[in-house]
């Protein structure tokens, strides 16, 4: 009874639109004031358990590594290599946009960042050289999702976290299917340029291309040493987080694009959504250990077999219940808060944690596109200056293309899979 009175205070905090960390901590508070069975002191030891992780430190320093790069050139240099290589394809710019998220998901780790920072930089390229609204919101949008797929990605640390995973193996999950989401997006591209009305770029000579090379070598170089430094172990993605920090920083001194203003903005900045994100991580463990209390996951397992025990048909349920959380929920409160029930499952379906892992948050991040909390739906309405709901029909048909890579990883584990196997070998 009283779990039907936590996920209803749930719901309705959720509804009344009070801040995603307050709604799940509020739940817990009510839960414990009518139970009595937990005490004050153990309710905070938990909270304050939740963030005291090793692997979570990756979260600030990836964030400010993305605010950092986004303020010292980094982002430019990119746009402007990208064009280069593949400026002159059918559809342009709108390519340009795809590869230059791809490029920087390997730096940054989260969808915000790349909207908020590339994604400006893209759209205002675009609308200079004549593209419609549709196009350059919708790429930019879409492309945006990349970022937290392709490692090093935050919404998987805190994944790692919830379910006890390799986060190794889970950043190499995310390499190839963060790929394709890009390789689907110019598929779409290129196909409906001509009734997108994307004009061309004039393709770059050597000479161009070379002196775009030149002027992003740097810049190209950070995903390099990230996730060439963690795959070969020379360091942990918790200290690879540390050091594109540190080279964000040298490469923004460098170009003479980052000063102390600008620094100072990027810190702040960092700092406001590494606290917003922790408080989430710290309300939701709360809010696991009443589920673990109550024995929710063992029940939801149970209830789950007792209606089927095929694997296809609990895979499809699954997906549905994740994209419909990610309609209404932050990507890391949903991880937060499903990852421990459906623990039991993967173990009873011998569902692969790692794979399954990758899904969630592809379903996730798909829902940071759609209405009525979708984050970056949100931060384009800011840079482009339009409302919601433009920003999210221009962005429908692009994901189409990202829900039909998201069946194909379903179907098709091992190619998750077989990167993590290779550098890591089989579990």
């Known amino acids: 009874m009283m779990l039907y009175v936590l996920f209803g205070l749930l719901v309705f905090f959720i509804a009344i639109r009070i801040p995603i960390a307050l709604a799940i901590g509020g739940a817990c508070f009510v839960y414990m004031a009518i139970t009595g069975d937990i005490q004050p002191h153990t309710a905070v030891q938990r909270m304050v358990g939740g963030v005291n992780s090793y692997t979570l430190l990756a979260i600030p320093f990836f964030i400010f590594a ?59 390229a675009m609308k200079e050289r004549g593209y419609g609204e549709r196009v350059t919101i919708g790429v930019t949008a879409a492309s945006s999702l990349i970022g937290p797929i392709i490692p090093p990605s935050m919404i998987m640390v805190v994944y790692s976290v919830a379910s006890s995973s390799s986060l190794g193996r889970l950043f190499a999950a995310g390499v190839i299917p ?11 591209i290129y196909f409906q340029a001509d009734k997108l009305q994307c004009p061309r770029e004039p393709r770059a000579s050597l000479r161009q291309m070379a002196e775009a090379l030149v002027s992003a070598f740097f810049s190209l170089m950070a995903p390099v040493i990230i996730l060439g430094g963690m795959f070969t172990g020379w360091f942990t993605p918790t200290e690879s987080a540390a050091i594109a920090s540190f080279y964000g920083i040298i490469l923004g001194i460098a170009y003479r694009d980052l000063n102390w203003k600008t620094l100072k903005t990027a810190i702040v900045d960092s700092m406001t959504t590494t606290v917003q994100i922790l408080l989430i991580v710290a309300s939701a463990t709360l809010f696991a250990y009443i589920l673990a209390r109550e024995e929710a996951p063992q ?19 699954l997906n549905i219940l994740l994209l419909i959380m990610g309609l209404f929920m932050e990507t890391v409160a949903s991880i937060n808060l499903v990852t421990p029930v459906l623990l039991p499952l993967f173990d009873a379906l011998h569902i692969n944690p790692v794979h399954f892992g990758l899904v969630m948050c592809v379903n996730l991040v798909i829902g940071t596109l759609t209405p009525p909390f979708g984050t970056v739906l949100f931060v384009l309405s800011s840079v482009a200056g339009i409302t919601v709901e433009k920003v999210f029909r221009h962005t429908a048909i692009f994901i189409l293309p990202l829900l039909a890579v998201l069946i194909i990883l379903n179907v098709f584990p091992g190619i998750s899979l077989w990167l993590p196997d290779l550098l890591f070998g089989p579990e």
């Open 299 to 317: 029940k939801t397992a149970a209830w789950v077999l007792s209606v089927t025990d095929n694997y296809w048909v609990v895979l499809l349920m």
């Open 178 to 188: 963060g790929v394709m989401m890009g390789l689907s997006l110019m598929l779409v």
């Open 66 to 124: 993305g605010n950092v790069m986004n303020y010292g050139g980094v982002t430019t240099r990119i746009f402007n290599f990208a064009n280069a290589c593949v400026g002159h394809v059918k559809g342009g710019l709108a390519h340009v946009n795809v590869l230059a998220s791809i490029i920087f998901a390997g730096m940054s780790g989260a969808a915000v960042a790349d909207a908020g920072g590339l994604g400006a930089i893209e759209i205002r």
